[in-house]
């Protein structure tokens, strides 16, 4: 199959929504916006052999790539309504190619996203979404709002995806009943889409803990001018990390709750006076919504363990880079 062809069958479609003017199949896509709305636009790339090994399904390599854009618009407080997929792929192979756009198209689906561009290149394999979301005019949550006496909040339960990896690698064992349901926090993530349109208006800053808590964390802190001082026994995390962390290996499960990566959960802050307003919002979205720690003046992230003390050193959050 020819790249035109490929293009025709996979992602060739009519636009649904009347604000696509000029959907696929035009040199670029035509989008009105709505009175009154901003628009949220956010890229992320996955690439083979850093973010996901060969050989991975490719129905859930589909679902992830578009649910990890999905999640920084969470984090923006943007309802997502378009995405744009660029591929690099090794070959054209179509079974391939219709098994990611299922993985793709049913979460697209489920959030109403409409796909409206994008680009199709042989290459290493590389998948590279563009979202677009709407919030309304200055609503969207920055990571640059939390003040001292906010309450930092994570959503879900945080590391279980660091520890499906570590599980994997051999670094250490749990409960064998429990492995299939980490590595689907790893394989795939829901983003907090529900959530993070509720939290406007409510949460101070927020973002996706996609590279890890601490290091996170940190970028809210930096954008706000703001420190922090979280409890890391008050962190949400599930049965197999808690129990981890009481063991031998606390070091692994330390490392997976505040460094982990691809939780995809929403940190967030907010005023004290959110707090009934947040356990209601917890209750209606039955989604755990836990306050681990609170902002203050003094810039820095200081966590506390179980007895109060202060962890000497912090798990390093993943840096492409570093
Ligand atoms: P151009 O050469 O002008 O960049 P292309 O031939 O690459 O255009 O693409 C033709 C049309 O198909 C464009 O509208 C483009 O947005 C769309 N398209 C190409 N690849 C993809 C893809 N992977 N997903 C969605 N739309 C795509
Ligand atoms: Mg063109």
Redesign the pocket.
């Known amino acids: 199959m020819n790249?035109?062809e490929l293009?025709e069958r996979?992602?060739?479609r009519s636009p649904r929504s009347a604000d696509v003017r000029v959907?696929?199949?035009?040199?670029?896509?035509v989008i009105a916006p709505r009175a009154g709305m901003d628009y949220a636009i956010s890229v992320d790339m996955l690439v083979e052999g850093r973010h996901f090994v060969a050989g991975t399904d490719p129905a859930l390599l589909g679902h992830k790539t578009l649910a990890v854009n999905l999640s920084d618009l969470a984090a923006m407080g943007a309802q997502p309504r378009f995405a744009?997929?660029?591929?690099a792929l090794p070959s054209s192979d179509p079974q391939w190619l219709a098994a990611f756009m299922r993985g793709f198209d049913a979460l697209a689906a489920r959030y109403e996203v409409e796909?409206?561009?994008?680009?199709?290149t042989s290459g290493p394999r590389n998948l590279c979404v563009t979202v677009i979301g709407e919030v309304p005019a200055g609503a969207a949550i920055t990571r640059a709002g939390a003040r001292a006496g906010d309450v930092v909040y994570v959503s879900g339960t945080l590391g279980d995806a660091a520890l499906a990896l570590a599980v994997a690698d051999g670094r250490v064992e749990v409960d064998r009943a429990l492995v299939s349901a980490l590595q689907r926090r790893l394989d795939a993530p829901d983003p907090r889409v529900a959530l993070g349109v509720a939290l406007r208006g409510t949460a101070s800053a927020a973002l996706d803990v996609s590279d890890g808590l601490a290091g996170d964390l940190a970028h809210i802190l930096d954008a706000s001018h703001a420190g922090a001082t979280i409890d890391a026994a008050a962190i949400p995390c599930g049965d197999a990390l808690r129990a981890l962390l009481r063991g031998p290996r606390r070091d692994v499960a330390l490392q997976a709750l505040l460094a982990g990566g691809d939780d995809y959960e929403l940190c967030f802050t907010a005023s004290p006076a959110m707090r009934e307003r947040i356990a209601a919002l917890a209750q209606q979205l039955s989604l755990a919504l836990t306050p681990i720690g609170t902002i203050s003046e003094e810039p820095g992230l200081v966590v506390r363990d179980e007895d109060g003390r202060r962890l000497p050193l912090l798990p390093r959050a993943f840096d492409h880079f570093a």
């Open positions: 790249e035109f293009i996979h992602f060739r959907g696929i199949g035009d040199d670029g896509a744009l997929l660029a591929g796909l409206i561009g994008g680009d199709t």
